[in-house]
């Protein structure tokens, strides 16, 4: 599965919101996969200073990402097919 970052800018977003919001994402996901739609949340990260949340995702194509963002009620501004690369990855 492809790998996608959700960028969401979130004015008044605080770090207490972030477990509901990824929770949200979480249960989501799962159950689209129950559905027969695979896909994952994997994490997200939150910078407050700039009142964005990035959350990570795996799919299968970014319309995938797009509905289970939207069954999750999570706003998001854009949607961006990532790589990644670990510490642990790299020789």
Same mark, same amino acid.
């Given at each position: 599965?492809?790998?996608?970052?959700?960028?969401?800018?979130?004015?008044?977003?605080?770090?207490?919101?972030?477990?509901?919001?990824?929770?949200?994402?979480?249960?989501?996901?799962?159950?689209?996969? /129950? &559905?027969?739609?695979?896909?994952?949340? #994997?994490?997200? @990260?939150?910078?407050?200073?700039?009142?964005? *949340?990035?959350?990570?995702?795996?799919?299968?194509?970014?319309?995938?990402? /797009? &509905?289970?963002?939207?069954?999750?009620? #999570?706003?998001? @501004?854009?949607?961006?097919?990532?790589?990644? *690369?670990?510490?642990?990855?790299?020789?």
């Amino acid at each position: 599965m492809a790998r996608y970052m959700v960028e969401r800018h979130l004015p008044g977003f605080t770090s207490e919101n972030l477990q509901g919001a990824a929770r949200a994402a979480r249960d989501t996901t799962s159950a689209m996969s /129950r &559905e027969g739609t695979p896909v994952r949340y #994997l994490r997200s @990260t939150f910078v407050p200073s700039e009142a964005k *949340v990035f959350c990570l995702f795996e799919g299968a194509s970014v319309d995938v990402i /797009r &509905e289970a963002n939207e069954r999750a009620k #999570l706003p998001f @501004t854009r949607i961006h097919e990532a790589e990644f *690369v670990t510490a642990e990855e790299v020789g």
